[in-house]
Each structure stands twice: as structure tokens, then as C-alpha cells.
């Protein structure tokens, strides 16, 4: 059961555009939502992480979105520049517990010129 | 360089032997994570400990898989009689569990099996 559905798959936004990708969760025990960062043959890298007392989290180009009535959330990458590109994960877990992460499936991100 | 090591980064082995993988978490981060990950996909959990206990492991982490972290630092992953279909990435994560309730993983640069 895949619990985290993210989209699209890829992305290709020009150099000083926004990138947006868009997160849907199901489990509404989830209560922490970060996102990461990861370059080919590396482990993936905390960007932003958002949880849901409030609606947005900016942290310099970064932004994520929440909106807990429709159980989504999205991040929003501004003046995206070609260091960005990169595979961005979404992903959930419990605060409490465990706290295993539960991750989408990725979205590659190109930034061109 | 203070954040979670890997070793080996890369390892091919032929179906049927045994593999094993380290991990050095952040020093004094009480948790340690695995994941693994295939090509397109997100990672997925497999089993954490808290300090030197084995708290959790997933469905994924059949009889041939088995981990430990003794002295609750480093951790080995172990993968007896390796099955092509356990080629993958493995990802060892670390995180400081107190009273906040942090969530923060930090993850190794992962060691990538390929099972020939």
C-alpha cells in the first residue's frame, strides 16, 4: 500500500523558475512531512520539513505548502537554478513511535538554462 | 566530517554468498534506521534500533536479512544467500529521539549492492 503518492515523476522548469511538487498522504496519523534532496550515488539530504500546526514553511527558496483538510502538501523551489537538479523526495512519518519515514517515489527535477 | 559513514560504498557479489554492511551513525544519535532503496523508488524502511535494541523490522526483511548494533553504535546489516532481487541501495539513517520528539534523520551516502 503505497501511503505517500507523489507527483509528476519528472519535471523540467527553466533556470529562475518555480519548481512545484505536489504530495498526497492517506495515514492521518502522519504528523511530520519533510522533504529531501538527493544527488545520483548519494544519500538522500534533509531540504525543508513542515508539520501540521502550520499551513507554510519557508526556508530561503524553499517552501512546502500544507493543507491538512485535503491530507497534501508541496514544495515550491523559487529562482529554481541548474545546482537544483536533483531527484526530490517527499515523505511522512509519526512523531511518536517508531518514526520511520515513509517516502514518495520521487520526482526528478531538471533545471535548464 | 561528523555525518553518518557507509562502508562499502559499492559491493558485487554472486548469488548465494553473503554480504555484510556498516554503518556509523552521528555520534550520540540514539536511533539508527535502514532502508533500502531500488532504482525509481523512494526508500523504504527495513528495521531501526534505539540505542542497542532492535525495535521494529518490516515485512521486507525476510529470515536472510539480520542486523545488529552492538554497544548501541555502529550497525552491521547482514544479507545471507543473496538473491539477485536484493540488489539495491541500502541507506542507514541516524536521528536524536528526546522528549521534543524530533523527527531528523540524517542518512549515509548508502552502499549499493548488485547480486550477479
Known amino acids: ?113 | 566530517d561528523t555525518g553518518v559513514s557507509q562502508n562499502p560504498r559499492h559491493k558485487i557479489t554472486k548469488r548465494g554468498q553473503n554480504v555484510t554492511f556498516r554503518c556509523d551513525p552521528i555520534s550520540e544519535h540514539n536511533r539508527l534506521y535502514w532502508y533500502r532503496q531500488t532504482l525509481g523508488q523512494g526508500p523504504e524502511f527495513l528495521t531501526y534500533f534505539q540505542n542497542e535494541a532492535q525495535l521494529e523490522k518490516s515485512r521486507l526483511l525476510s529470515d536472510r536479512f539480520s542486523a545488529e548494533r552492538p554497544k548501541g553504535s555502529f550497525s552491521t546489516l547482514e544479507i545471507q544467500r543473496t538473491e539477485q532481487g536484493d540488489s539495491a541501495m541500502y541507506l542507514c539513517a541516524s536521528s536524536l529521539i528526546w522528549t521534543g520528539g524530533r523527527n531528523e534523520q540524517f542518512f549515509g551516502p548508502g552502499t549499493r549492492l548488485t547480486v550477479l
Open chain 1, 1 to 113: 500500500q503505497q501511503q505517500v503518492k507523489q507527483s509528476p515523476q519528472s519535471l523540467i522548469v527553466q533556470k529562475g523558475g518555480i519548481s512545484i511538487i505536489n504530495c498526497a498522504y492517506e495515514n492521518t496519523a502522519f504528523d511530520y512531512f519533510p522533504w529531501y534532496q538527493q544527488f545520483p550515488g548519494k544519500g538522500p539530504a534533509l531540504l525543508i520539513a513542515i508539520r501540521p500546526d502550520v499551513s507554510e514553511k519557508k526556508e530561503g527558496r524553499f517552501t512546502i505548502s500544507f493543507n491538512k483538510s485535503a491530507k497534501q502538501f508541496s514544495l515550491h523551489i523559487m529562482d529554481s537554478q541548474p545546482g537544483d537538479s536533483a531527484t526530490y523526495f517527499c515523505a511522512a512519518s509519526m512523531s511518536f513511535g517508531n518514526e520511520k519515514l515513509t517516502f514518495g517515489t520521487g520526482t526528478r527535477l531538471t533545471i535548464i538554462p
